[in-house]
C-alpha cells in the first residue's frame, strides 16, 4: 500500500471516528471496506501518535471488546473558527466600550504571558532569547533565533503568526508582544519586520540596555 492510500485511510478513520463518535474494529473494517486486521494497523499507528483513545465495553454474550474514539489532540486537526469568533467579539467591544476597552484587553494579555514567562526566561541575555524563541516555538510562531554581528546583538524571527487575523485588524496585538518582549528579556528590542503589516516574516533586533 503506498503512502497516499495509508494517508487516506487513516483520514477515514479520523473522519468516521468524528462523525459516528465511538466504533470497534469490526465496525471499522466493515465501514471501510477492508480487513480488520488492516484497521488495526492503522488504528496502531493512531494510537502511537495520540490521536485515538480505546475503551473496553462489556458486552451481553461474548468477551469485552475495545471501542475507540478521537483523543483531544485529534480534535484539533479539525477546522476551527476561532479568529472570527474573536474579531466579533473585539468589534464589538470597540462598538459598545471604545478602543480603549480594546487596549485594556491586550493588555491584560501581555501581563498574564509575561507573568507565565518571566520565572522560565533567566540567565544571560543569550540565554533569555533562547528560552523566549524557544516558548514562542510551543505556541506555533515558529520561530529562530541567531547571534548578530556584534557582541550582544541578537534576533528573533517569526515565520508564523497563529493570531494574524486578528493582529492585522487589531495592532495592538503587536504592539503588546512587542512590549513582552522587551519586559521579558529586560533588553532594547525594535521589531523591523511585521506580518501584519504586509512583511514575509516579524523580526525583532535585540540588544543589552546601553549604559546612560
Request: a negative charge; proline letters at 2%; hydrophobic letters at 35%.
Amino acid at each position: 500500500m503506498s503512502n497516499n492510500e495509508n494517508t487516506s485511510t487513516r483520514d477515514q478513520i479520523l473522519n468516521m471516528l468524528k462523525v459516528k463518535g465511538s466504533l470497534s474494529v469490526s465496525d471499522m473494517a466493515v465501514e471501510l471496506g477492508i480487513t480488520e486486521m488492516a484497521v488495526r494497523r492503522h488504528l496502531n499507528t493512531l494510537e502511537r501518535d495520540n490521536l485515538i483513545k480505546s475503551t473496553l465495553v462489556r458486552q451481553a454474550m461474548g468477551r469485552p471488546t475495545n471501542v475507540y474514539s478521537l483523543s483531544q489532540e485529534a480534535d484539533e486537526l479539525f477546522p476551527r473558527n476561532y479568529s472570527h469568533l474573536t474579531l466579533d467579539f473585539l468589534r464589538d467591544l470597540q462598538d459598545i466600550d471604545g478602543n480603549g476597552k480594546v487596549e485594556m484587553l491586550f493588555r491584560r494579555r501581555e501581563n498574564r504571558l509575561e507573568e507565565a514567562y518571566r520565572p522560565q526566561i533567566q540567565g544571560s541575555l543569550e540565554e533569555r532569547v533562547a528560552k523566549l524563541a524557544e516558548l514562542q516555538n510551543e505556541k506555533g510562531y515558529m520561530v529562530e533565533w541567531e547571534k548578530g554581528e556584534e557582541e550582544g546583538q541578537y534576533s528573533i524571527k517569526e515565520y508564523n503568526c497563529p493570531i494574524s487575523q486578528v493582529a492585522r485588524e487589531f495592532n495592538q496585538a503587536c504592539t503588546c508582544e512587542l512590549s513582552l518582549f522587551r519586559r521579558v528579556l529586560k533588553a532594547e528590542v525594535e521589531q523591523t519586520s511585521c506580518m501584519a503589516k504586509g512583511g514575509e516574516k516579524c523580526v525583532f533586533d535585540i540588544r543589552e540596555v546601553r549604559e546612560a
